[in-house]
Each structure stands twice: as C-alpha cells, then as structure tokens.
C-alpha cells in the first residue's frame, strides 16, 4: 500500500512558472516548470541528465548562488514564503530544518572527519534549542529509526567504517532529524545495489508514512518511480512535458518522449524483441531548440513544432501533457502491417 | 590451433584471483580471494552474463576470463588451451581474440590520443594492414558504431558519455576479436542512450559472430541481451542457469532475493520486497559453509558448516545450496512485468514504427550542429 495522501490538503510547496538561466548562458536551464506536493505525498520528477531535475532541487534548497543561477521567472511557495527571495541567512535556518534534502553519493556528503552520531547531534543543534545531551539522544534515536544495528555504539563510526546502505540511511537519518516538511532525494538509490536500494525505498516509504512528509524524489529509473510514487513529472530539457498521477502516466501516456522513455526500458519480463530508441540526445544548453525541445528526437515532430513550444493541456483529471499533437493515434495512423 | 565445432569457446576449471593482503612492518593483512574455485563454460555465440552485488568478484571473475588479470589457482582455457601462463607473445596473439569494453567510456580512452588513432592502435599490433587500409577500416568501425567518419580526427573530451561507448567499442572490434567482455557496458548512460547502446552491442555480435560476456548489474538489462546467467555471491557463482529459466523459476535463494528486489516499471506490479538483511559480508573473513547463510531466511545448521558445491539442477542448469530441492518446492511467482495499457501499447508501437522510419539511429547526427575539423 501507498502512504496516506491527503490529497485535498493545501500543498506544503507549490512551485509556479519557475525559470533560472545560468550566467552567459543562451537559454534558461529551467523554462517555466510548476508543480505542488502536499503532505506525506511523494511527487517523482523524471527524465535524463541535463534535463534539469537536479537543478531544480538545489534551487528550491537555495544551493545555487544566485550570482550564478538567477532566477528568471516564477515563485516556490513553502507556506507563505517564496523560497527564491529568502535571503541567504534564513534560507539556512530552513535548510536541513523544514526543508531537508539527500543526495545520490552519501559518501561525498557526509563529513569523512566527523563521527556520525556528532553530525546528527549537530543538524539538530543548528535548528533546535536542546542540550548536546538532547541532541545526541536525538541522533541515536534517528539511527533507530533508519533501522541501524546496534545504534548506540554506531553514533561513534566515522563515515568510511560504513557500508554505501549503511551511510545513506545515516543521510535519512540527518535529512529527517528534524521532522522537515518536505524532503527531496536526488538519486538516492542510484549508488546502491539492488537490494539495498530495495532496503532504502522501504524504509523512505515508512518513515514518509509514520511522519507526513511530502516527499519530492529525482530519479531517472521508472522502476523506482513505479514504486514510490503517487505523483510524476516528466521533465525533458528544462521543461516539464507531462504530468499526473503515476497510474495514468504508465497507462496514459500522451507525449512523445515519456512514451519514448517508457519503450527504451528493457523489461524483466520475457524479451519482446528490440528495444524502440530515442535518436540523439539530450540537447546542450547552448544548443537548445526552439519551440518544442524535443522536436529534434521526436518520431512524430511537426514544422509547427519547431516553430510554437506547446503548453502543458488537460487530458484528464490532473493528468496534463505539452505536446501539440497529443493524444497521438488520433492524428499518426499506424501504418500497414 | 582451433577446431571449429567445439562449441566450449571458453572454460575455467576451478580459477581463483586472490589478492595478496598489505605487508606492513607493524600490521599486514589478510588477503582476499575475490573469485575462489570458480569452473564454468563459456558457449561460442553466446551472450553469458555475470550478475551480482557490488564486491562479488565479477569484474575480477571477467578480467581472469580473458586474462587481463592471471589466475592464482586453477585454469582458464580458451579454444581448450591454457591462457594461464603464456609467453608476451602469445599473449599479443591472445588479446587480438578477447577484448574488453570498460564501464567508463570517460577514462577508459586515451585522452591524447584522437579517436582514429584509438582505433587504428590495436591495428597496427594485431594485422598488418597498410596505413591506408587501417585509415579505411577506421572509417567502415566509426560508421558502424554510428559514429561519422570525421570523427576520426577529434579527441575523446569532444564526445558525450554514449558517443565514448561507441568509440570504445568501435577500439574493441579493430582487432576483429571472436569474444568481448562488456563489464558494466550501459550501466553509466542515460536510458535512452543505453537502449542505444544495447541494440548495437546486439547487432555487432550478430555481424562479427561474436561471443559475449556480459557483466552488469541491473538485471532488466541482463534479463534483455543474455542467454545464459551466473549469479556470484562473494566470489562463488551460486547459481547458473538459462535466461528464462533463471527468472521463471529461481533456485537459490539469493537469486530469489535478487528478483524480488527488482523493482519492476508499473504501478499495477508486484511492490519489491524487502528480504534480505543487511549488507553482503566483507569478503576479507567469508562466513564459513555456504557463504550466504548468514543473510539466508532458510539457512540451517548445515549451511553453517558445509559448504555447498555447484551442482546440476536439471536441464543446463546448476545451483550452490543444500535445501534447493525443498526450496524450489515453494517457488515464488516469477518476475513479470504486467501488460501495458491497450492504449500505452498503442502508442509504444506507433512510437516505434515512426522512431524507425526516422533518419536512422547514429550517434554522428548528434553533433550536427557543432563545428568540427574536416580532413
């Protein structure tokens, strides 16, 4: 089963027409994308690397200098404030606090020369008025809760003396060790093995459960996606091209590159011949395409898609694709057999 | 000296890879044996797969197989000779049969080199083909990677991760090998690009009568290209069987953890099940008997203290465990992905019919717009 979703609760995040451009460059990165998550749901955002998924999240975590990444366009809602306009010194009192995130490599984000249990203590310190006694019962019991053996003595392992599994529940453990409203994993699983992964989905799962947090997961595996989430955006170079619930995406879909993503997955079940390709690749930031950016890859790319980016259009109850030609049998004919 | 029916390409009997421990003044330690006892055949023609967790041994299991890494016990037999111990010359003749393609196409190539002269380098050591002839066959590879022929003149750097894959691939086929050991060959590249890549590795064994050795670990990828699997845990192959029979029916239970694990690409399919514990030991102290039995739900007494050993578990298939009879008995469902939407099917395959009346799929309309040195 799912977690409980409320799907009627105000978002705890709402994200609208949000567009950056890095400094110099050509074409904004992220092109006016908008999405929500609200409690204890789990909103997916798939596509490749350089589609922007990354980007979008240490955006909204306030990790780019906006020196570098400006903000072009739109808002992020976190309850009444706009996260993109929060300065520096209270976009830090929310970091790690009602805003938490994980990152694809725990190793390069855990600090190699700290004892675990001392950087847990410490994310709580930062955001909590406790004792370092507190704080350091608090990290033992997060260490619990991430399901760590022998908690306890584990608070006084370096980084190193730990597993890829181990180290990435120590990252849970630190992202949720002060009851944030939202968390956002960046690949959290991507490193690890499949049965670990298997470990790590689950217990993101039921923590998610027992504590109502909206859950905003990156990832490029439509397994995991499948999995998790309640929600997907499809995001395909800076763009958000398809959303809507997870069953209608995978028995819905409406544009060309989700279906194309979809058909280049080879299945775990017996083999159906050749896998279907996407020519090409994601296009580069100084190399971006005009009107619709997936007109260069896509099989059924018209003149006027070059011409005229789409907007995203209703295609069922919260289900909504940009593409000009969608829904697409109703304008390709499959041709004979 | 090969005679051609012989249908064994590849044999080991028995090889382990132990890597010697650190000598220190004060402290040295142990060593580990990465691939211990390990005998199997590799069938010419066949795609065979290695699959198993981080630190199994089957990258190291691969390497010994074309002996890019000499065994420290056992033999490894190609063409029925053994290739563990043999003279620099006949290992030259040796390595223009077995190539390798690496899992980072990014460090794996020279990075002052140009990709002609990549390609073109296993020429001049294997044939001896003039100048002009290695120039065009570098040219007949480029484009058979999918890769322009003017690329030749350009450096690795210029190149995304896929186009890397090609060219490494591209190195692999000069010598005209007869076996090709992928180790992780897709595993750094978007899903696009990696059914790019599949699809070619695909119809290059085909063209060139290759056998593949395959070692990855994302088993929808094995599932789609294999048609024989071994499974290594901690060094030991624990399972070894056909493709289909392999995931209908798994008999060891670590391969059935494996497959339940798996998370499968629908929201109408199984959830992935959490059923194995922990983290695979360290392969420094293996646990005594079977090494799985501390992370086994079946484990007994007698995994502890005996060792199981591979044995024949009906047809071209062999299992690791004393209990598989009775565990086989209460098989789990095999791994399926439900059917698709008769509307997602739909659109799947009208994706693929126009994906295919496309320009065909190269690499070299990638850079289309990018500037680039002509000769």
């Given at each position: 089963?799912?977690?409980?979703?409320?799907?009627?609760?105000?978002p705890?995040l709402s994200?609208?027409?949000?567009a950056?451009?890095?400094?110099?460059?050509?074409?904004?990165?992220i092109?006016?994308?908008?999405?929500d998550v609200?409690p204890?749901?789990?909103?997916?955002?798939?596509?490749?690397?350089?589609c922007g998924k990354s980007v979008?999240?240490?955006?909204?975590m306030?990790?780019?200098?906006r020196s570098?990444?400006?903000v072009?366009?739109?808002?992020?809602?976190?309850?009444?404030?706009?996260l993109?306009?929060?300065?520096q010194?209270?976009?830090a009192?929310?970091?790690?606090?009602?805003?938490?995130?994980?990152?694809?490599?725990?190793?390069t984000s855990?600090?190699?020369?700290?004892r675990?249990?001392?950087?847990?203590a410490?994310v709580?310190?930062?955001?909590?008025n406790v004792?370092?006694?507190d704080a350091?019962r608090?990290?033992?019991d997060?260490l619990e809760r991430?399901?760590?053996?022998?908690a306890?003595?584990?608070?006084?392992d370096y980084?190193h003396?730990l597993?890829?599994?181990m180290?990435?529940?120590?990252?849970?453990a630190?992202?949720?060790?002060?009851?944030?409203a939202?968390?956002?994993?960046?690949?959290?699983?991507?490193?690890?093995d499949?049965t670990?992964?298997?470990q790590i989905?689950d217990l993101i799962?039921e923590?998610?459960?027992?504590?109502g947090?909206?859950?905003?997961?990156?990832?490029?595996?439509?397994g995991v996606v499948?999995?998790?989430a309640?929600r997907v955006?499809?995001m395909?170079?800076g763009?958000?091209v398809?959303?809507?619930p997870?069953?209608?995406?995978?028995d819905?879909p409406?544009?060309p590159y989700?279906?194309g993503?979809?058909s280049?997955?080879?299945?775990v079940?017996p083999?159906s011949?050749?896998?279907?390709?996407?020519?090409g690749?994601?296009?580069?930031?100084?190399?971006?395409?005009?009107g619709c950016?997936?007109t260069?890859?896509c099989?059924?790319?018209?003149?006027?898609?070059?011409?005229?980016?789409?907007?995203?259009?209703q295609?069922g109850?919260?289900h909504?694709?940009a593409?000009h030609?969608?829904?697409l049998?109703t304008?390709f004919?499959?041709?004979g057999? | 000296?090969r005679?051609?029916?012989?249908?064994?390409?590849i044999?080991?009997?028995?090889?382990t890879?132990r890597f010697?421990?650190r000598k220190?003044?004060?402290?040295?330690s142990?060593?580990?044996?990465?691939?211990n006892?390990?005998?199997?055949?590799?069938?010419r023609g066949?795609t065979f797969?290695i699959v198993?967790?981080?630190?199994?041994?089957?990258s190291?299991l691969?390497?010994?197989l074309?002996r890019?890494?000499?065994p420290s016990?056992g033999?490894?037999?190609y063409?029925?000779?053994?290739?563990?111990?043999?003279s620099d010359?006949?290992m030259?003749?040796l390595?223009k049969d077995?190539?390798f393609v690496f899992?980072?196409?990014?460090?794996?190539l020279n990075?002052r080199?140009t990709?002609?002269?990549?390609i073109?380098e296993?020429?001049k050591?294997h044939?001896?083909?003039?100048?002009?002839e290695?120039?065009?066959?570098?040219?007949d590879l480029?484009?058979?990677?999918?890769?322009?022929?003017?690329?030749?003149?350009?450096?690795p750097?210029?190149?995304s991760?896929g186009?890397?894959?090609?060219?490494?691939?591209?190195?692999?086929?000069a010598?005209?090998?007869?076996v090709i050991v992928?180790?992780?060959p897709v595993s750094a590249?978007?899903v696009?690009v990696?059914a790019?890549?599949?699809?070619?590795?695909?119809?290059?064994?085909?063209?060139?009568d290759?056998?593949?050795?395959?070692?990855?670990?994302?088993l929808?990828?094995?599932r789609h290209?294999?048609?024989?699997?071994a499974v290594?845990?901690?060094?030991?192959?624990?399972?070894?069987?056909p493709?289909?029979?392999?995931f209908e029916?798994?008999?060891h239970?670590y391969?059935?953890?494996l497959?339940?694990?798996?998370?499968?690409a629908?929201p109408h399919?199984?959830?992935m099940?959490?059923s194995?514990?922990?983290?695979v030991?360290?392969?420094l102290s293996?646990?005594s008997g079977c090494r799985?039995?501390?992370?086994?739900?079946?484990?007994?007494s007698?995994?502890?203290?005996e060792?199981?050993?591979?044995?024949?578990a009906?047809?071209?298939?062999?299992v690791?465990?004393?209990?598989?009879?009775?565990?086989?008995e209460s098989?789990q469902a095999?791994v399926r992905?439900?059917p698709r939407?008769?509307?997602?099917e739909?659109r799947?395959?009208l994706?693929r019919q126009?994906s295919q009346?496309?320009?065909?799929?190269?690499?070299?309309t990638e850079?289309e717009?990018?500037?680039?040195r002509?000769?």
């Open positions: 089963m799912r977690p409980e979703r409320e799907p009627h609760a105000a705890v994200v609208d027409n949000l950056l451009r890095f400094k110099g460059a050509p074409a904004n990165i092109d006016g994308i908008s999405f609200r204890g749901e789990t909103l997916c955002i798939v596509g490749e690397s350089g979008t999240a240490l955006s909204l306030g990790l780019l200098p570098v990444a400006q072009m366009s739109g808002r992020a809602m976190f309850g009444d404030r706009d993109l306009t929060l300065s010194r209270t976009m009192d929310l970091r790690g606090n009602t805003i938490s995130m994980i990152f694809q490599e725990p190793m855990l600090n190699p020369s700290y675990i249990g001392d950087q847990i410490e709580v310190l930062r955001h909590r004792t370092g006694a350091r608090r990290a033992r997060m991430v399901r760590i053996p022998a306890a003595s584990r608070l006084n980084p003396e597993s890829g599994g180290r990435q529940r120590v990252m849970i630190m992202a949720l060790a002060n009851d944030p939202v968390l956002i994993a960046d690949e959290p699983t991507t490193a690890l499949v670990i992964q298997a989905i799962e923590l998610q459960k027992e504590t947090t909206a859950l905003i997961m990156i990832t490029h595996d439509l499948a999995e998790i309640d955006c499809v395909y170079a763009h958000i398809e959303d809507g997870v069953e209608t995406i995978f819905d409406q544009h989700t279906i993503l979809m280049s997955v080879p299945s079940g083999r011949g050749r896998l279907a390709t996407i020519a690749m994601v296009p580069a930031i100084d190399d971006m395409p005009t950016r997936f260069p890859r099989p059924f790319a018209q003149e006027n898609c070059a011409l005229s980016p789409p907007v995203l259009d295609h109850p919260s909504r694709a593409c030609y969608a829904p049998e304008v004919a499959e041709t057999s | 000296m005679p051609p029916t012989r249908d064994r390409i044999e080991t009997r028995a090889v890879k010697p421990g220190g003044l004060f402290r040295s142990a060593g580990v044996s990465a691939v006892e390990v005998s199997l055949d590799i069938r066949e797969s198993g967790e981080s630190g199994c041994g089957k190291t691969a390497r010994l074309v890019l890494l000499p016990g033999e490894v037999l063409e029925g000779n053994d290739i563990s111990s043999l010359a006949e030259r003749r390595r077995l190539q899992q980072d196409p990014f460090s794996s990075p080199m990709v002609g002269a990549l073109e296993p020429m050591v044939t001896s083909l003039s100048r002009a290695r120039r065009r066959k570098v040219a480029l484009a058979r990677v999918g890769l322009r022929p003017a690329f030749a003149n350009r450096y750097h210029e190149f991760g186009q890397r894959q090609r060219i490494g691939i591209a190195r692999a086929l010598s005209g090998p007869r992928g180790d992780e590249l978007d696009s990696q790019q890549v599949i699809n070619l590795l695909e119809d290059l064994k085909d063209e060139f290759l056998t593949l050795i395959l070692i990855a670990h994302d929808a990828v094995i290209m294999s048609d024989r699997i290594m845990y901690l060094g030991e192959i624990v399972e070894l069987a493709n289909d029979a392999l029916r798994p008999l239970p391969t059935q953890a497959m339940r694990a798996i998370p499968i629908s399919g199984r959830s099940n959490v194995l514990t922990g983290d030991p360290s392969p293996p646990p799985f039995h501390p992370r086994c739900p079946q484990a007994t007698l995994c502890a203290s060792k199981p050993v591979l044995t024949g009906g047809t071209g298939r062999a690791a465990c004393h209990h598989w009879e009775t565990i086989a098989t095999p992905e439900p939407s008769t509307i997602a739909r799947f395959a994706f126009r009346r496309q320009e065909p799929v190269t690499a070299a850079t717009n990018q500037a680039f002509e000769e």
